[in-house]
T-cell receptor
């Protein structure tokens, strides 16, 4: 079974530029998460999708971050404009749940963003 | 809100030493608890989990017991190997319907031969 795919793996941009990250979850997984992991900290949830609807985006800085999940499969996370403090690893995860209950989240390798 | 506190790292051990990484949590309700591991250059992988009080999760020689009375989920291994060198994250699963994970800051473990 293929895992969660993310691209690019690394990205370096200047502040105020825009950037986009792509995630392809495990086939059939209904729920998709984007996390931000700043160096030396644990991952923090940015947004959660169930199919193509947003479940939780309470910690997404909506003035600069946006995300979408087209047709309930792939997802794109965008930052526009980027700030220095956005330098982090952006992790995508998925699980098969389509409702309540707990289950394992499967993580992709992440995209390391450096903002100069 | 929910939170997870892990012991500060880094932790350096010799091969075959005993490992304990402390983890305590604050949560409303009864969260599920997890340990994730991040090997150098790789993504987060689930190491073990426990979904209710007194459950013990185990995998690859690692164990952790869900202790509701002390709100703890300490990770232990009796004899570590060089290949266990990684960053370990304790996490809880929010029970508010989203099942989002709330992570601790991580503990870096280095095992020397």
């Amino acid at each position: 079974e293929a895992g969660v795919a993310q691209s690019p793996r690394y990205k370096i941009i200047e502040k105020r530029q825009s950037v986009a990250f792509w995630c392809n979850p495990i086939s059939g997984h209904a729920t998709l998460y984007w996390y931000q992991q700043i160096l030396g900290q644990g991952p923090k949830l940015l947004i959660q999708f169930q199919n193509n609807g947003v479940v939780d985006d309470s910690q997404l800085p909506k003035d600069r971050f946006s995300a979408e999940r087209l047709k309930g499969v792939d997802s794109t996370l965008k930052i526009q404009p980027a700030k220095l403090e956005d330098s982090a690893v952006y992790l995508c995860a998925s699980n098969p749940l389509d409702g309540g209950g707990t289950d394992t989240q499967y993580f992709g390798p992440g995209t390391r963003l450096t903002v100069l | 809100g929910d939170s997870v506190t892990q012991m500060e790292g880094p932790v350096t051990l010799s091969e075959e030493a005993f490992l304990t990484i402390n983890c305590t949590y604050t949560a409303t309700g009864y969260p599920s608890l997890f340990w994730y591991v991040q090997y150098p250059g790789e993504g987060l992988q689930l190491l073990l989990k426990a979904t209710k009080a007194d459950d013990k999760g185990s995998n690859k020689g690692f164990e952790a017991t869900y202790r509701k009375e002390t709100t703890s989920f300490h990770l232990e291994k009796g004899s570590v190997q060089v290949s266990d060198s990684a960053v370990y994250f304790c996490a809880l699963s929010d029970q508010g319907g989203s099942e989002k994970l709330v992570f601790g800051k991580g503990t870096k473990l280095t095992v020397n031969p």
